[in-house]
């Protein structure tokens, strides 16, 4: 199966996967953030530059259309190693933000033959503290206002009113905010068996988190890190939960580097 | 008509200096227990006179609030069930959302129908948006759960044959098998509430008795949207306890005395915005195209009611006046509210049980008691000889 440039659908197992492709070079699969794809953003296409980015839109996300009994981070993560396999792709960088920084590692712990290296970014999936400490920001029972406030540093996207974007854009916000909480309500954006296999991941692995997230801190991340026996942690200066959206150059910069192997 | 008193067992005194919020945050130091314990022994006296008045009877229960202190209404129907001897019991409703265990929840149900000898109305809802946070349930496909879960304890309430198995994606059970079985054959009817067209006409489909709340002069097209897909599955009208109507209801020997009922009972309403705005829109409750509609308005838009002139108004923070033009409370002299109550069942087409919230926010028991025992013996008698505009369908059941 070959992909096309651009946005397209194809079928995986049955399921059809909405996908955005770009760029020519060694494969990224590039795994979205509970926000949904951005494909307006400048992340995908600097990453684009130097890479070939297959950026699927996981199921939920997109068409409201949700195949069978789609409900956990694994039915996904299986999902995207069918994907692999179909696409007969090798020596791929999974770059995943999030929740798709979850998928990620989901993926990782299963079956790494067919990639390289891994980055996490500012990702979801496990839990470090005891039963009474909330490792992970609650942004479901929050308004929409005051999320903003958690999600970004910089003032501009703080003060943005959602509410006057086009409408198209709108759809997938309330989509997205649906989608994750299928996979992530309960347990609360992690699976608990997750922290214990992640030492099967033996490929390069780069955390990388936003230096003033509030939705998962940087500890969290740093945590993540020394449970992959094969990983490092990185920041990003001046960036909230999505560096990718406050500081997409630094973000594509680390990325890349990594993934090329140039990183000190 | 059937006529239910209800009440939400308010704790009230936490009611004063709310600060905004009167559920799923406020701390319960704010509760008394020995205050708590007085008001449940009220109420309960409230609903023994009622019973004994002939009235039936209306609970419900909800989660982390000082509006509501039945947090399992199953311990509410248990007393009930023992305590009261006439009134049929109408639990309105049980939230199945936040229930992970249907096969408990027929136990739980079957039990209160034997010990009540056959007086339970099994009315089920989803649950309130904010309960997710308490519960933590998923509120993404709790539709596809609700209707499973009510399909479970129907099936456990009517197989008498020993264990049968139930495995499926939300449920698992291998050896089902309740003791007691219900005492109403084939089970204790079932009722549920709707907001919505399509909801009703999934009620139709099922025969079951749907109720509506705060819906006014807006309630007839949800009743034709029920009768609608009722005739299309069984080929005849709906008989009119089909339908029921939650009303605040006020009475007094002078309209002065109901009007300063009516202040009281409105508090129910007047409480309804008090949950923190954080918790009203739990992910997947609502609709893709109405949290689209939400973002855009920045919040939930206020609930409209018409009254029977068209004129539209927020029942949260209405007038007593407000409130009875648009049929969402009944208040006045026993021969006002008789007459608001026939005119409303009457533009509705027909409505067989009036859940009569009868109490509620600060009335006191001699209020309460009052407000019953006129209703009792001056609106009562009346309402149960009162012909249903589709009387042929009445007489066809």
Partial sequence: MNLADGQSTIEVNGVALEMEVRGSGKPVLFLHPEIGLDRAGPALDLLAQHARVIAPLAPAYGKPEVPGSFNTIDDIAYLYLDLLDALDLREVSVVGLGIGGWIAAAIAVKNAQRLKRLVLVDAFGVKHGDRETRDIFDMYFVTDADLQKVLYVDEQLVARDVGKLPEDELYAIARAREATARYGWRPYMHDPKLKGRLHRIKIPTLVLWGEEDRIVAPDYGRAYAAAIPSARFATVARAGHFPHVEQPQEFARQVLAFIEGKEA | MRVFHFTEQPYSPAWKDHNGTLRITIPNKRQDPALAADLYHRYYDEWQLADEIGFDIMVNEHHSTATCMAATVIVTLSILARITKKARLLVLGYPLA????????????????????????????????????????????????????????????????????????????????????????????????????????????????????????????????????????????????????????????????????????????????????????????????????????????????????????????????????????????????????????????????????????????????????????????????????????????
């Fill in chain 2, 98 to 397: 936040h229930r992970p265990d249907p096969v408990r929840a027929a136990e739980e149900l079957a039990t209160i129908d034997v010990v009540s000898r056959g007086r339970l109305n099994m009315g089920f809802v989803k649950g309130v948006p904010s309960e997710f946070a308490p519960s933590n349930a998923n509120p993404v496909a709790v539709e596809e759960r609700f209707w499973e879960s009510l399909d479970l304890i129907l099936k456990a309430m009517t197989s008498h044959d020993g264990p049968f198995n139930w495995e499926s994606e939300n449920f698992h059970y291998r050896q089902v098998n309740i003791w007691p079985r219900p005492f109403q054959q084939p089970h204790p009817p079932v009722w549920s509430t709707t907001g919505s067209k399509h909801n009703a006409q999934r009620l139709g489909e099922r025969g079951y008795t749907m109720a509506t709340l705060g819906t006014g002069y807006n309630t007839r097209p949800l009743y034709d949207a029920y009768r609608e897909s009722y005739r299309a599955k069984f080929h005849r009208e709906p008989p009119p306890d089909r339908f029921a109507y939650l009303g605040l209801m006020a009475v007094g020997t002078t309209e002065a005395e109901a009007r300063r009922r009516g202040e009281l009972v409105a508090d129910y309403l007047r409480t309804l915005p008090l949950t923190p705005a954080a918790f009203r829109n739990p992910p997947g409750y609502a609709s893709v195209q109405d949290n689209v509609r939400m973002i855009q308005s920045a919040g939930r838009p206020p609930i409209r009611s018409l009254t029977k002139d068209g004129r539209a108004i927020n029942m949260m923070t209405g007038s007593v006046q407000d409130l009875i033009d648009a049929g969402i409370m009944f208040c006045g002299t026993p021969d006002q509210v008789y007459d608001q109550i026939t005119d409303f069942a009457s533009s509705c087409g027909g409505m067989g049980n009036l859940l009569s919230m009868s109490h509620a926010g600060f009335m006191s028991h001699d209020d309460t008691v009052e407000n019953l025992s006129l209703f009792a013996k001056e609106v009562l008698p009346r309402l149960k000889e009162y012909r249903q505009p589709n009387e042929a369908a009445a007489a066809a059941e």
